[in-house]
Nanobody, 118 residues
Framework: QVHLVESGGGLVQAGGSLRLSCATS????????IAWYRQAPGNQRELVAA???????QYTDSVKGRFTISGERAKNTVYLQMNSLKPEDTAIYYC????????????WGQGTQVTVSS
């Protein structure tokens, strides 16, 4: 079992920045990929960004150029740096990880609220 703990959410004005952290209970090299999802009220959960254990990244179109996902192996943590935030970025952000060692297992964090005021 792998535990994921998110932190860093909060209330920010439009144009501001936040950095979310996803701390994992196991090496991020053994989890592939680690991703951030978000879910706004009334909407489906959507993929925001993903980080693979080879360092490659991917982003949904709406956040390209504004968000950056990165990993810090020494701290078993994946970050989501969010800049130029917009009210439409308001959502609960969840960390997700696919188990690279035990295929088919997936893990979710508890979520962290991000609210962007206009």
């Amino acid at each position: 079992q792998v535990h994921l703990v998110e932190s860093g959410g909060g209330l920010v004005q439009a144009g501001g920045s936040l950095r979310l952290s996803c701390a994992t209970s196991r090496s991020i090299l053994s989890l592939n990929p680690i991703a951030w999802y978000r879910q706004a009220p009334g909407n489906q959960r959507e993929l925001v960004a993903a980080y693979s254990n080879d360092g490659s990244t991917q982003y949904t179109d709406s956040v390209k150029g504004r968000f950056t996902i990165s990993g810090e192996r020494a701290k078993n943590t994946v970050y989501l740096q969010m800049n130029s935030l917009k009210p439409e970025d308001t959502a609960i952000y969840y960390c997700n990880a696919e188990d690279f060692l035990y295929k088919g297992r997936t893990y979710w964090g508890q979520g962290t609220q991000v609210t962007v005021s206009s």
